[in-house]
T-cell receptor
Framework: EAQVTQNPRYLITVTGKKLTVTCSQN?????MSWYRQDPGLGLRQIYY???????DKGDVPEGYKVSRKEKRNFPLILESPSPNQTSLYFC?????????????FGEGSRLTVL | GQQVMQIPQYQHVQEGEDFTTYCNSS?????IQWYKQRPGGHPVFLIQ?????EVKKQKRLTFQFGEAKKNSSLHITATQTTDVGTYFC??????????FGQGTRLTINP
């Protein structure tokens, strides 16, 4: 079954404690992206990757890191989480050939930073 | 940065009424996509429009892409309770930029 898998689905942590949200896709998609969703603000892009070892900043990259060492995985790293990073996070992947294709989203990871 | 504005932010209708959400981009789009997110769920792809003036239908849903490829709309005829959720547009602005609108949250009174 084609899917994007995120873990953890829910996490409560404290300010400053490094955490990683993993994302894996089994569709051999070149493109992967992270979004955060906050009430009234829609989906804002954090980072995206067009292929292995290629990553670029989205609209709200501050406080986040990513890596793309393998095609299927695109982890999101919060080196020193702060309360303003409390949010619902989505990973997505897509075929991207010249222009965007259908995005496949993971189930979401709800993060609370105390 | 470049924006895709979506209105209204919220819409409450009686079951059986029609519903429309609109997206406007500050720049010409390569394509526009529409997604639906059920309460507590993740966004799910509905459709992609590519051509100027394109109109596509999926049962009670009608999607339009403007002639200038800067605006789009989603219209639902005779809403049902299964239509509840948040509808997002996403505009491909080129240069690997896919920008989401803020979403329209649809609630329905049965």
């Amino acid at each position: 079954e084609a899917q994007v898998t995120q873990n953890p689905r829910y996490l409560i942590t404290v300010t400053g404690k490094k955490l990683t949200v993993t994302c894996s896709q089994n569709m051999n998609h070149e493109y992967m992206s992270w979004y955060r969703q906050d009430p009234g603000l829609g989906l804002r892009q954090i980072y995206y990757s067009m292929n292995v070892e290629v990553t670029d900043k989205g609209d709200v990259p501050e406080g986040y890191k990513v890596s793309r060492k393998e095609k299927r995985n695109f982890p999101l790293i919060l080196e020193s989480p702060s309360p303003n990073q409390t949010s619902l996070y989505f990973c997505a992947s897509a075929v991207w050939q010249g222009a965007s294709g259908e995005l496949f989203f993971g189930e979401g990871s709800r993060l609370t930073v105390l | 940065g470049q924006q895709v504005m979506q209105i209204p932010q919220y819409q409450h209708v009686q079951e059986g009424e029609d519903f429309t959400t609109y997206c406007n981009s500050s720049t010409t789009l390569s394509n526009i996509q529409w997604y639906k997110q059920r309460p507590g769920g993740h966004p799910v792809f509905l459709i992609q429009l590519v051509k100027s003036g394109e109109v596509k239908k999926q049962k009670r849903l009608t999607f339009q892409f403007g002639e200038a490829k800067k605006n789009s709309s989603l219209h639902i005829t005779a809403t049902q309770t299964t239509d509840v959720g948040t509808y997002f547009c996403a505009g491909d602005q080129g240069a690997q930029k896919l920008v989401f609108g803020q979403g329209t949250r649809l609630t329905i009174n049965p």
